[in-house]
């Protein structure tokens, strides 16, 4: 495997692409492979030093995908499929990452890309047609089209609690983990939130540290993932199917195949049937229990039933009896934040040197040089972990300064909440593209069937505008409020917007409370893709 950034050549300060890709995650490696594809040139830059994306960033213990492995890997390719084995049910992130590699190996992607290099600006000139990007290293390179490829969940967050700087021990935030890991052994650790990463985390960090605190806002729905080692069997029938069950997978809501939604509402099930149902997806694991009845994610007596079931799976999980009452979600509906998928994570609280600190009605005051203040109390500690989530959707996009047509700055623009056409892109900033950006499927499927969606639609846009001599594509005014209206309303027949959720933006202080993702499902959305170029981009207007 060629070390990342191995064999680059000088960096020129001021060159000409066809394209600027900005990210080289699942999304910005794809999309330049079909640019290639296309005869076209493209430079991608990348903060990290190598490629990756999320699976770059979260080194923490614990780390591992949600969807399974078999699903969660590209499907365009029968040759890049076969090369690959996965080993467990749920691959854990140093796989996931060795696989990136191995597809960006084996696609030769690195040549192209420039790693440790920040995206500063993008600026559209009208007159010349070209997007000017500018990076942290001083590159101002151009090009006709500039396609965001920049994560949903790429810009950690670390709360402003005052204290931080004077903190005497080391604190890391999952979404930053130290390369070279982190030794526990010995330390008293303080872990600040109780989302997946905390999930995942606190029960391997649990099983070094000497003495753990956690320190828990929202306590969450986690059910056991049932990680396990793939069978032969399950590995051969993959790789005989995997490009079929790719096209199966954009045919469903989730972009999933593993399970299949039941669309009976729950009123229509016995009491008896209810149960059973709810029972077998508990135990398969993953998100099919989410599945378990039609109207599950849409009223409140359908969820309900789901939820005391989840409670009551969740409390026979923990023995010790100061806690497993606070460990229970009561203040949500199942499924409206990201359903958490956990190994041992509730049983951890069983263990005396772990102690669970609930914060919902006493905030964190403030980080101390020992450790952290809440409630007027002192909690010692050696080491914090922040797994506090991220400004997810919009953050990395939006600390790009985008400038458009006339000067618009889109900060500005979304500065109420994004406003998109399709997730795809945005009125006044023609050939910039977003992918898996807000107002598309994104974050409530299997990403990387989205991302294969996005970068495939916008391969055929590209490849339109070029062969046809045509200078622009940027959505109407029309269009895009229409879509933005018409995500809002189908996200208000759900229970959603429920939540104080990072789908509403509602963990960032002062972010606009907007559900940002579409909810109409990656089957419905992909008709809908598909409908919008077949009448050659309706709703977008193509500039001459
Ligand atoms: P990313 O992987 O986030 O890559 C974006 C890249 O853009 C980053 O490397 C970032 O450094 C770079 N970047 C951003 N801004 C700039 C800039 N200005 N200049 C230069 N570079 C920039 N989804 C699932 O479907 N299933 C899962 O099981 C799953 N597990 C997850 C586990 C964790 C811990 C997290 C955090 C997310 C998970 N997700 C999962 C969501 C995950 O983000 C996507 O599945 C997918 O990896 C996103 O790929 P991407 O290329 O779109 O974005
Ligand atoms: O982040 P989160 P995450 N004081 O925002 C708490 C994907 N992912 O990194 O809920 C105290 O979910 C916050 O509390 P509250 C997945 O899509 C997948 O865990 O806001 N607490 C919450 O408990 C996921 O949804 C996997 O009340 C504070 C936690 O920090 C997404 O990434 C693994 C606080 C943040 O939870 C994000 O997950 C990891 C404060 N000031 C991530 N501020 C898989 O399993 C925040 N919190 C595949």
């Given at each position: ?420 056409y399709l997730g795809l892109g945005s009125a006044g900033f023609p050939n910039l593209f977003f992918i898996t950006g807000p107002g598309s499927p994104s974050v409530l499927s299997n990403m990387i069937v989205s991302i294969e969606q996005h970068v495939d639609w916008i391969t055929d846009c590209v490849k339109r505008l070029t062969d046809g001599n045509i200078r622009s594509i940027e959505p109407t005014r029309e269009a895009e409020d229409a879509w933005v209206s018409h995500v809002n309303e189908l996200a208000s027949e759900t229970l959603y917007p429920q939540a104080n959720s990072w789908y509403m933006g509602a963990n960032i202080p002062g972010k606009p409370r907007v559900f940002m993702p579409y909810t109409g499902g990656v089957n419905v959305y992909g008709e809908k893709l598909a409908e919008v170029a077949a009448a050659d981009y309706e709703g977008f207007r193509l500039g001459a």
């Open positions: 495997m060629a070390a990342q950034g191995e064999g680059a050549p000088a960096r020129a300060k001021s060159e000409q692409f066809d394209a600027v890709i900005v990210g080289a995650g699942f999304a910005g490696m794809y999309m330049l492979h079909r640019l290639r594809g296309l005869g076209l040139t493209a430079r991608v830059f990348e903060a990290g030093v190598g490629v990756g994306g999320t699976w770059y960033w979260n080194r923490y213990p614990g780390a591992r995908c949600d969807v399974e492995s078999l699903e969660y890997q590209y499907g365009f390719s029968d040759e890049v499929q076969r090369g690959w084995t996965w080993s467990e049910r749920y691959a854990a992130q140093p796989e996931i990452l060795r696989y990136q590699n191995y597809v960006a190996d084996k696609l030769d992607l690195r040549r192209d890309m420039r790693f440790e290099t920040r995206v500063t600006s993008a600026t559209y000139d009208e007159h010349t047609g070209l997007w000017t990007v500018e990076t942290d290293k001083g590159d101002s390179v151009s090009a006709r089209f500039c396609i965001m490829a920049t994560g949903c969940l790429s810009a950690a967050r670390v709360p402003d609690f005052e204290g931080l700087e004077d903190f005497q021990g080391d604190w890391y935030h999952t979404g930053g983990w130290p390369h070279e890991g982190v030794d526990f052994s010995g330390k008293r650790v303080a872990v600040i939130g109780t989302g997946s990463s905390g999930i995942q985390s606190i029960p391997v960090i649990a099983a070094q540290a000497a003495h753990m605190t956690v320190f828990q806002r929202t306590a969450n729905f986690t059910l056991p993932a049932g990680n396990r080692p793939l069978t032969q069997g399950e590995i051969a029938r993959s790789k005989e199917t995997l490009l079929e069950d790719r096209k199966h997978a954009r045919e469903t809501p989730g972009g999933i195949i593993c399970f299949e939604y039941n669309e009976t509402l729950a009123g229509d099930l016995t009491p008896e049937a209810r149960e059973r149902e709810l029972d077998t997806r508990w135990n398969q694991g993953g998100f099919a229990f989410l599945g378990a009845f039609g109207d599950l994610m849409a009223t409140h007596e359908a969820n309900d039933i789901a939820a005391d079931f989840a409670r009551e799976k969740m409390r026979a999980s923990v023995k010790n009896p100061d806690v497993v009452e606070k460990l229970l979600p009561f203040d949500h509906p199942v499924g409206v934040k990201r359903l958490c998928l956990d190994t041992d994570y509730l049983q951890t609280f069983d263990q005396p040197h772990v102690d669970l600190v609930d914060v919902r009605e006493t905030p964190v005051e403030r980080i101390s040089k020992k450790g952290v203040v809440c409630g007027g109390r002192e909690y010692e500690a050696d080491a914090i972990v922040f797994a506090t989530g991220f400004d997810a959707m919009t953050g990395a996009l939006l600390a790009i300064d985008v400038t458009g047509r006339g000067g618009a700055k889109l900060k500005e623009k979304w500065a109420a909440g994004p406003r998109t």
